[in-house]
């Protein structure tokens, strides 16, 4: 686990590298530009410098709002309104999956700017979503197996240590003991959660920011301007709420709100100094992002409904709190509506 900044970046990096040596000589499938005054590229460079300032302000903040719930107790994970709040933001990236990065999948894999045959030929989109679900399923499997496997193996060796040595155990500190294994292998599941969570979100980042930096549509940005603020501040706000379960020093926790932070930004900076070479509706810009966010809604959509929203809903917690439940079942309407409602713009 402690190779997550590795990852992540090789993961931005590969992504990057993909589409940049995408051959410029391959043949072009332009969409035809409808003259309606929304095509300036001076206009255009304005609001992506107020979109980079305004995404990153909005990504720092969301994403940093849990991790100072030392300073605002009610935000601290064992209040209500911490619940209430991680429902809210777990419905924003329950919509993201759905409502945005799927789509985004099924109208690049299925443009009419590439052959029929293979890709109107069988869905790939939800293939890919499929399979990255159950890779993410996997990961999730293998990391604790493999935890609990070196817990049982350790309590096993000192347990034979105990009894060669004749040391009595006390069924109290037994008790303890298993308390401890318990609580550090929910932490483990809390670290597995947030980094998996932040991968999703570092590629479908960058490929957002790459789309919005390489187009000179004033009219589609201004309206992306405002979407992908509300976005990325809850989005942040639910990884954000995972980082502080899953205790972090303070490093670990610097390099996550930065690279959940500067993805989007970044993407757009890359988009503009890419515009000459960059096509979106070139074949191979189309099957890489395709890929990439089909890829990232089955991760979104696995992690918003299993390890978030299932593991909430059905913990003891909530359970236990029938009114509790309701407000948060509210949360996760409004933040799953709200994110729906921005598909409109975004």
């Known amino acids: 686990m402690k190779s997550l900044p590795k990852s992540l970046s090789n993961a931005a990096v590969f992504v990057l590298f993909i589409i940049v040596v995408a051959p410029s000589a391959l043949a072009q499938c332009e969409e035809k530009i409808v003259s309606n ?36 107790p009610s935000l601290s994970p064992d209040r209500d309104l911490f619940t209430v709040v991680k429902a809210f933001a777990s419905g924003v990236i329950l919509a993201t999956g759905y409502m945005h990065v799927l789509p985004d999948s099924f109208n690049d894999l299925m443009s009419d700017c590439l052959p029929e045959n293979p890709w109107k030929k069988f869905p790939f989109t939800t293939f890919v979503a499929m399979l990255s679900a159950l890779f993410t399923l996997m ?73 919005m930096g390489a187009s000179d549509n004033q009219c589609t940005i201004r309206s992306l301007i ?16 995972c980082i502080l379960q899953a205790n972090y020093k303070f490093q ?14 970044l993407g757009i900076i890359l988009g503009v100094g890419l515009t000459k070479v960059y096509s979106a509706t070139s074949p191979t810009a189309l099957i890489v992002v395709g890929l990439l966010n089909a890829s ?39 933040g799953s509506g709200f994110m729906s409602l921005m598909a409109k713009w975004a």
């Open 139 to 211: 990961v999730d499997s293998f990391a604790m197996s493999v935890y609990k496997n070196r817990c049982s193996r350790a309590s096993e060796t000192d347990g034979a240590r105990q009894e060669n040595g004749n040391v009595t155990v006390e069924n109290s500190e037994h008790g303890r003991a298993l308390e401890l294994n318990g609580a550090s292998s929910q932490l483990l599941r809390h670290r597995v959660i947030a980094q998996v969570l932040e991968l999703g979100i570092v590629v479908h980042s960058v490929v957002i920011g790459l789309a």
């Open 37 to 72: 005054g929304c095509h300036d590229k001076r206009e255009s460079m304005k609001l992506k410098a107020i979109a980079f300032v305004a995404i990153l302000v909005s990504s720092m903040v969301g994403v940093c709002l849990p991790l100072f719930s030392r300073h605002v």
């Open 226 to 241: 405002a979407a992908l603020c509300f976005h990325q501040m809850f989005e942040g706000m639910g990884l954000g709420g």
């Open 252 to 265: 670990m926790k610097a390099i996550m709100v930065f690279f959940f932070s500067v993805t989007t930004p």
């Open 296 to 334: 990232s809604a089955g991760l979104l959509n696995y992690m918003a409904l299993v390890d978030l929203l299932a593991a909430d809903f059905l913990g003891p917690k909530l359970q236990k709190n029938m009114m509790l439940q309701a407000w948060s079942y509210v949360a996760v309407l409004l």
